[in-house]
DNA sequence: TTGCATTTCATGAATGATCGTTCATAGAAT
DNA sequence: ATTCTATGAACGATCATTCATGAAATGCAA
């Protein structure tokens, strides 16, 4: 199965542009690899077949496979954060907005990203048994968990709610986790009103002032 | 790294007695090995080290080593279910109490089997890239869902509740697939309280009448 | 029971396939 | 002319699997 014509495309000959050109290359063939065949099924073979490119230019621009999945991982995670980053900065300036932002926006992207999301479950999966993926997936963690927590504090301070901003945070981070586990092992049968309505019945469930019956807006 | 002796230890003699014995020490140790070094982990090399047994015995019990890990993944999931159905059926008769005993059993078991919990979550990510797991791993699908969509009806109707049973039922599944998720990470970080106060305040905030303030018993 | 033939099981060296990595070489950019 | 880049054949390690061999359990005759 060739997944990437060999013919010479186009590409900046240019010494420093060709440098990153390549990476870009090896990293999104990777991604698309794991998302296919599993984190154990990226071989260096599996990335030529994917890439198009000669056998020798992992170990030319990454010197070990180990180094390459570790830039994968840095990619997934700081893209993953600007993403949800910025669907925060998008949403009104109240707590109320900004939280069913992020929730949206990760019940929404279940839609339309899926090599991504399952590429980066495989690194979360991989960091069980291998600790030097850890930091990358604990720190965004950390991140986002500690956005949420913060969001959470702001309206139970607003609407004087008596759970604590852990539990809620917790609470809201497991239901996104779980949705996305139960997603990935069928992307076909996942449909984002559910998602939506599980997320939208919690929230309006602990905090019944600022979720509760209301119209959201966008 | 030897884990196992090699001496001839006590076993069966018998071959009925001695077929099944291996078969069970052989899935034992597979379970060892893909909770330390992940599904990809799993070598036949890395089985004999942790069996004790000889090289060929996966082939000769299991004809190929993807077969042993089909056993591997049944044993895992009849035994969760039947822990999991221990515990609703020492509960009280009533709703409450049996949806409670589903999810503290949940939450407690994650403090003292490590091994089976990994491994499942191993199987668990397998499943997306490999289909033929999937009918084993997927809650959704499997009886644990409906159990808990069941008991979520009952109380739904006994307290004129509004949620819907598809939403209260996913809700929890999600909270606890996510609470296993970040437990996996570091489960020397988890702590049974944490997991039970979520899971708690969701259904105080979902079904007030039965588990607001109440004082639970075991 | 004992002795022997038969059947089944347990073993680990050997096999071919695939893994990640190296490096001599050709080619292109500077 | 010099320096850097790209290539893919070759390498040793490890993978899952096979199978000839010896050992042990079993069935049967006495």
């Known amino acids: ?49 994917y890439s198009g490119l000669a056998r020798g230019m992992v170990n030319l621009h990454f010197h070990r496979k180990d180094k390459l999945l570790h830039e994968v991982l840095k990619h997934l995670a700081d893209s993953y954060r600007a993403s949800w980053q910025a669907a925060v900065a998008r949403a009104g300036g109240d707590a109320a907005s900004q939280l069913w932002a ?50 959470c504090a702001a309206l139970i301070k607003e609407g004087g709610y008596e759970i604590k901003p ?28 559910v998602g939506r309505a599980v997320c939208e019945a919690y929230l309006a469930a602990i905090f019944p002032k600022h979720f509760g019956k209301r119209q959201r807006s966008a």
């Not at 296919?36 to 073979?45: E, K, P, Y």
């Not at 852990?166 to 449909?191: N, Q």
């Open 1 to 49: 199965m060739r997944l990437a014509t060999k013919q010479p495309v186009a590409r900046p000959r240019r010494r420093g542009e060709a440098k990153a050109y390549f990476r870009a290359k090896l990293i999104e063939a990777a991604i698309e690899a794991i998302a296919r065949h599993g984190f154990s099924g990226l071989s260096v073979s599996r990335l030529v077949e």
């Open 102 to 151: 992020l929730i949206e926006h990760d019940v929404a992207r279940k839609a339309h990203d899926d090599r991504a999301l399952i590429a980066w479950l495989a690194f979360r999966q991989e960091a069980i048994t291998n600790p030097s993926y850890r930091p990358l997936c604990d720190t965004r963690e950390a991140a986002f968990f500690g956005t949420v927590k913060g969001l």
């Open 166 to 193: 852990d539990v809620a945070a917790l609470g809201i981070t497991f239901l996104l986790e779980g949705l996305w586990l139960d997603w990935s092992l069928d992307p076909h049968r996942y449909r984002p009103k």
